[in-house]
């Protein structure tokens, strides 16, 4: 067995009863709530806005005060490492999420899987364990992509693949350049974010589920096997804005009612039609929105997922097809576009094992289940294998402010994300070579 195995080995048995503070935990998940509150109802901390960048900058202070060493990269993620740790010398585990919501959304949804990280490099600082390959926590910016339509914008330029970066903008068109220079990441450096290919050994992200599974089956720890892939299809309407009262009803282009026949179309194509796992419109805009005059210009979104790629492909074959269908109906123009795509990934073989293993040493039952929501994890699969894990989320809810899950099953999946760390060294081993493929 070779020597950085063996010493793996011997450190995961060493520290078997290592557990992380619950009441530490907690206490600085309810102080990150406090951040972006929205007084009509949840969190609103939109990716690259000010209330992220305070989210950081609370993140990075705390670390500070635990002796850790953080920063925040030329794309605005926060890295935070053990003093010591060499930068993209060596491979690294990576461990975290991301900071960021959607409008009124919850305070779990990527935060937990931040604190978590911390909470993990805090312990194993305090207990100075040694591990062959170091941890480095990590906060990715602007995950959600509800400001800046970009998605992923923190992971992709973490694993090089942001293309064309300063391109990126908001809806009323102000570039991320200015987001950025305002939220502590620096545009004119934007390409230094990328880490050189194999610095990163494999990822690990913990999240709440943001479905019903596990509460529903009484399973405190999901294994995730597989994160579904997306499209998003920008689309735009196009009819004749015209007086609502003197307009006859047959002499109307009314891009109103034109987009809502594709959003039910939306929806038949897969709770009907059963073409791909979930079709979705969550975006709609319309011009000139006032009560009295029929609605000349629409703006929407069609987002299909699935686990299969070709599912994936059907489903946006089947939007375009009901968007012809209802501008030859309608007498409407429709364009469709391409807003952003992910393709599904399936998690690493051996680190499913590891957090499986991490559960059972913990005497936690689990559940081998895909993700139905997109994470960083996906991205990160570009350039190193990829484990996650899952903790219940009440009632299932999730994107809104009834986002919650117990604080015991918040700590639990903390300690299995340490134990995960701890018995991933094994699996990556100490030049990170990478555990299988993903």
């Known amino acids: 067995m070779p020597r950085s195995e063996l010493r793996a080995r011997d450190s995961l048995e060493r520290h078997a009863g290592l557990r992380v503070d619950g009441a530490r935990l907690l206490r600085c998940l309810d102080e990150l709530a406090a951040i972006g509150s929205d007084p009509a109802g949840g969190i609103t901390r939109l990716g690259l806005s000010p209330q992220e960048h305070a989210a950081r900058t609370y993140l990075r202070d705390l670390c ?9 990269d030329p794309a605005g ?15 690294v585990l990576l461990v975290g999420s991301h900071v960021d919501t959607v409008v009124q959304g919850g305070r779990l949804d990527g935060a937990y899987g931040v604190v978590a990280a911390i909470e993990v490099l805090r312990v194993l600082h305090e207990h100075d364990v040694d591990l062959p390959v170091e941890m480095v926590a990590v906060a990715f910016a602007n995950e959600e992509g509800a400001l800046i339509q970009t998605p992923f914008w923190g992971s992709h330029a973490l694993c090089g693949s942001l293309e064309d970066g300063l391109a990126a903008k908001d809806r009323a068109g102000r570039p991320v350049s200015a987001y950025l220079a305002q939220t502590g990441g620096d545009p004119d450096r934007l390409a230094e974010a990328a880490w050189p290919p194999g610095s ?57 009612v034109a987009a809502a026949e594709i959003i039910l179309a939306v929806q038949r194509v897969a709770a009907e039609q059963g073409v791909c796992a979930t079709a979705t419109t969550g975006y709609v805009e319309a011009h000139p929105n006032v009560t009295n ?6 703006r929407l979104t069609a987002e299909v997922r699935d686990t299969d ?21 309608s007498g409407c123009a429709v364009e469709v ?22 559960a ?10 895909p993700s139905g929501a997109g994470h960083d994890a996906q991205i990160v699969a570009r350039v190193a294998p990829i484990g996650m894990i899952f903790v219940p989320s009440k009632q299932g809810v999730s994107h809104a402010p009834g986002e919650d899950t117990a604080p015991g099953d918040l700590v ?11 018995g991933a060294q094994t699996a990556v081993g100490l030049h990170g070579d990478h555990v299988g493929d993903v």
């Open 64 to 72: 500070a005060a635990a002796g850790l060493e953080a920063e925040t």
């Open 77 to 91: 993620n926060l890295l935070v490492r053990r003093p010591g740790t060499p930068r993209r010398a060596v491979p």
């Open 200 to 256: 990163v050994a494999a990822f690990l992200e913990l999240h709440i589920e943001q479905g019903p599974t596990l509460e529903r089956l009484g399973v405190p720890i999901g294994v995730v096997d597989g994160i579904v892939g997306r499209t998003i299809l920008d689309i735009e309407v196009v009819g004749e804005a015209q007086h609502a009262g003197t307009t006859p009803m047959r002499d109307r282009r009314d891009a109103l």
């Open 293 to 298: 005059t029929i609605t000349g210009h629409v």
């Open 309 to 329: 790629p070709d599912r994936i492909a059907r489903g946006e074959a089947a939007v375009r097809a009901e968007c012809a269908q209802v501008a030859a109906a």
């Open 337 to 358: 576009e391409i807003g952003m795509r992910s393709r599904p990934v399936s998690t690493a073989g051996p680190l499913r094992d590891v957090i499986r293993e991490a």
């Open 360 to 369: 059972e040493t913990l005497d936690l039952p689990h559940l081998t289940m």
């Open 412 to 422: 639990h999946g903390t300690n299995v994300l340490l134990h995960a760390v701890l």
